[in-house]
């Protein structure tokens, strides 16, 4: 059995994850145009009509913009919580009846050697979630957008072989710049996005024995820098007692380029 995935765009201008088996293919969220979407495929060497379907966290645009092009282009099923559906369903155009699918928060969905498992998180969209890939033993957890990790994400998502893993923010570089305070208050609040220090904070309680690669992710444009947050969580976590750099690995996502395609 084999399971491979790559983070195709990562960050407040768009994001998409791609996940496969031998037999079945995901997209979760398509938050960039269809033609960027389709750019992306080609540099992994994988084509959209191929996805089993599209899997939706929340409907803010940076998640959904491409959703209802490709799905209408390819006819592909799209899974999303119900409020989920409500909320863009006038933002995404028409989508034929027979492709669209519920897929509630804190439930299971099974296809074939896959379970992929649903959890919510704490972000200003009607009924975020995000999901857990799980094949045999190995296990991949995306976990974005969120302002803070709670015990019960933690009991979902511990001891991932793989996270990709929201690293939004720098705490001063977001104080000190250019956003309107109401906007600052936003990102820092239990409703927004986990800052460097935070992420790597509740890293440390969710790394097991299987963890060997970490994917920082949806960093902000004016607010971080991949350095940035690479240095700031692999300094956190190794004050922790944490190996980075032989026990597990910190790699970068982007926004316009796709993470090389692995496996798990």
Partial sequence: MSLHFSVLASGSTG?????????????????????????LFQKIDRKPENLDGILVTHEHTDHIKGVGIL?????????????????????????????????????VKTFGSLDI??????????????????????????????????????GIISNADVFIFESNHDVQMLRMGKYPWSIKRRILSDVGHVSNEDAAIAMSDVIGDS?????????????NMKDLARMSVA????????????????????PKI???????
């Fill in 211 to 223: 963890t060997k690669r970490i994917y920082l992710a949806h960093l902000s444009l004016d607010n």
């Fill in 117 to 154: 498992e649903s959890f919510g998180v704490s972000h200003d969209a009607v009924e975020p979630m995000f999901y857990v890939f799980k094949q045999g033993k190995k296990k991949i957890v995306l976990i974005t957008d969120t302002g803070y990790v709670s015990d019960r994400m933690k």
């Fill in 71 to 107: 799905a209408r282009k390819y006819k592909l099923p799209i899974y999303a919580n119900e409020k989920t559906w409500k909320a863009m369903d006038g933002l995404i155009g028409v989508v034929p009846v027979d492709q669209k699918f519920t897929f509630e928060m804190e439930t």
């Fill in 235 to 254: 300094q956190t976590l190794e004050a922790q007692g944490m190996g980075v750099g032989h026990q597990f690995e910190l790699f970068d996502t982007d």
């Fill in 15 to 39: 994001n998409a994850i791609y996940v496969e088996t031998d037999n079945h293919s995901f997209l979760v969220d398509a938050g960039l145009s269809g033609k960027q979407m389709e750019a």
């Fill in 258 to 264: 796709p993470t090389p395609l692995a496996a798990v």
